[in-house]
C-alpha cells in the first residue's frame, strides 16, 4: 500500500480510515462496538478540507478497517495536491520577481550596465 497523507496534528490518533477514494477519516478513539467516536474528515480533492463529526455503532455494526501506522506519513510531499502547490509556486516567481525584473532591465537598461 502506498503511503497516506495526514496532516501532523492527526498522525498520532489511534484509527485513521481511508473513507471513500477521497476522503480519510481520522478518529479520535478507537472505533468499538457499543461506542461512540468524534471523527475528522479529510477531503483530498478539496485541498485537505476538513469536517468534523460524530458516530457511533451499535451491536450489529461493521467497525472501519483502519491504516497501519507505518502507512501514514505526515510529510507534505505525500500530499496528492503536491504538484498543484509547486506549479502555483513557479507561477507566482515568474509574476512577483521575473516579469518586474525584465521590465525594470528594459526600462533603466543603460545604467545596469557596467
Known amino acids: ?4 497523507y495526514v496532516p501532523e496534528d492527526f498522525i498520532s490518533k489511534p484509527c485513521v480510515e481511508i473513507y471513500n477514494h477521497n476522503v480519510i477519516r ?7 462496538l457499543n461506542s461512540d467516536s468524534t471523527y475528522t474528515d479529510f477531503y483530498t480533492d478539496m485541498d485537505y478540507y476538513t469536517k468534523t463529526g460524530s458516530i457511533s455503532w451499535g451491536q450489529w455494526s461493521i467497525l472501519p478497517v483502519c491504516v497501519k501506522k507505518n502507512d501514514l506519513v505526515s510529510d507534505v510531499y505525500h500530499r496528492i495536491d503536491f504538484p498543484n502547490i509547486i ?7 515568474l509574476i512577483c520577481f521575473y516579469f518586474p525584473y525584465r521590465i525594470v532591465t528594459r526600462a533603466f537598461g543603460r545604467w545596469f550596465k557596467w
Open 1 to 4: 500500500m502506498a503511503k497516506v
Open 26 to 32: 481520522v478518529y479520535d478513539k478507537k472505533p468499538a
Open 87 to 93: 506549479i502555483t509556486f513557479f507561477i507566482l516567481l
